[in-house]
């Protein structure tokens, strides 16, 4: 799984995802696909500009933002036909008279594109498996050639425009390595995948483990009376820090220096501690 190229969302870039999710590496840029909306907004207005640049239709025309791209981040459907016709591949409607064979058989095609208002996503073959890349997951999802038509006619069913990619695609690792190999088991994704899963759980819980220790260390910084400041130090060193007989330790908590405020050497000693609690 580790040898399949896929960009996980960044801000508004999901264009920018999905054609290097497709195209199996770091091919473009933001920079570059702005680079193409600009191109084509000259073009249209040189094309506007042909009739009458006096006209009441030019003077609007050009007062519109892009029509190719926002500052969110979102580009059109002509920017990524632009920059895949760097690589001379065709984007074709889903639903046009040249996708018949794709809306029969869609397991014959090698990728499909798709876009919902600004977010686009991609659905590539790597080998003879298929593979939902959308930038939105954590890692690429395993879909099965029957789960294929299912998953396309789901997303339309949600307003999402599909367009079938054809051409021929740049090399990649995880093409290669799949036609060597025979692809990912059923088995082995599952268990990557559980893997994955139970990774993230820990690591949200250890996150949530250190917010909560910053949490009740900034808690000492609250402008409070003596009595009350030194009652709090001791229910928090004994319950997080499981001091559970005070004696037993090098400190009293009676002592003068006790009741001063905490350093700040105490309040990191107290966050890690907190944070490497084990997770229950």
Request: glycine letters at 4%; aromatic letters at 10%.
């Amino acid at each position: 799984m580790e040898s399949i190229f896929h960009e996980k969302q960044e801000g508004s870039l999901c264009a920018q995802h999905c054609l290097n999710s497709l195209l199996q590496g770091p091919y473009f840029n933001a920079v570059d696909l702005a680079s193409f909306a600009h191109e084509l907004d000259e073009a249209e207005r040189s094309t506007m500009a042909e009739g009458n640049i006096d006209s009441l239709e030019y003077k609007e025309f050009i007062k519109q933002p892009s029509f190719n791209m926002d500052d969110s981040g979102y580009f059109s459907i002509q920017v990524i036909c632009k920059a895949l016709s760097v690589w001379n591949l065709d984007v074709i409607p889903f639903n046009s008279n040249e996708a018949e064979n794709a809306r029969k058989n869609p397991v014959d095609e090698t990728a499909y594109i798709c876009n919902q208002q600004n977010h686009w996503l991609t659905i590539r073959k790597l080998g003879k498996q298929w593979f939902n890349l959308n930038s939105i997951k954590a890692w690429p999802e395993l879909i099965s050639d029957t789960y294929l038509s299912m998953l396309l006619a789901q997303l339309q069913t949600e307003g999402y425009s599909i367009f079938v990619i054809r051409g021929v695609f740049p090399e990649c690792e995880a093409e290669q390595l799949f036609f060597l190999c025979g692809g990912v088991t059923k088995q082995d994704y599952e268990l990557f995948d559980a893997k994955q899963r139970s990774l993230i759980k820990t690591h949200s819980k250890k996150n949530n483990k250190a917010l909560e220790a910053e949490k009740c260390c900034n808690s000492f910084e609250e402008e409070v009376n003596p009595d009350l400041l030194r009652n709090k130090r001791v229910e928090y060193f004994e319950k997080q820090l499981h001091l559970t007989d005070a004696t037993d330790k090098n400190f009293t908590f009676n002592s003068p220096d006790f009741k001063n405020e905490l350093t700040d050497e105490e309040k990191l000693k107290a966050a890690i501690e907190m944070s490497l609690q084990p997770i229950e």
